[in-house]
């Protein structure tokens, strides 16, 4: 009998991104900097291709297609990153379909929250992270692929060693 092959292809990393990031690059440029999100996605998409991963890139300003985008990553994806803008700090549903998902999760933000407004402080999203990166500007999407190919790199080397 044949044996099928082992090797595949690793699914891609989603990068989600929310409401109103859609504007980076003129949305107050003095917190979130020039840089914009298609200059962004290129960035997060080289970076992961160096490593052999494609990049999947969503935005929205509506809660529920973020909802549908996470969805989608549980079975289309092998990690997720995220930066939920301001559903960060108010979606139990966005919370709830983190929650589905098994694979690393790398919360983002460009501005640095826990240093903002009071209503920033807290993050629904983080409840559910493997881990965030915050305050590092738009180059903290590029540290966001190096964290998620690190923890897949750590499981998958963990699942090696337990076969
Ligand atoms: C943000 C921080 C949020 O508080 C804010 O609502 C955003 C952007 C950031 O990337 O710094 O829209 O997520």
């Given amino acids: ?83 939920a803008a301001a559903y960060t700090h108010t979606s139990v549903a966005i919370l709830d379909a983190l929650k589905m998902l098994a694979m690393p999760v790398i919360e983002v933000h460009i501005s640095n929250p826990q240093a903002r407004e009071d209503f920033r402080h807290h993050s629904y999203v983080a409840l559910a992270a493997t881990g965030s990166v915050t305050g590092m500007g738009t180059f903290g999407y590029v540290l966001a692929v190096e964290a998620a190919v690190n923890l897949l790199k750590t499981r998958a080397s963990k699942k090696g060693k337990s076969q």
């Fill in 1 to 83: 009998m044949s044996k099928k092959s082992n090797k595949h292809k690793a699914l891609p990393i989603y990068l989600v991104n929310g409401p109103n990031l859609n504007t980076l690059g003129t949305r107050e440029p003095e917190i979130y900097g020039s840089t914009t999100l298609a200059q962004v996605e290129a960035m997060a998409a080289e970076r992961a291709a160096s490593h052999g991963y494609a990049l999947v890139a969503r935005q929205s300003n509506k809660e529920g297609e973020l909802v549908d985008y996470i969805q989608e990553a549980r079975t289309h994806a092998s990690a997720l990153i995220l930066n």
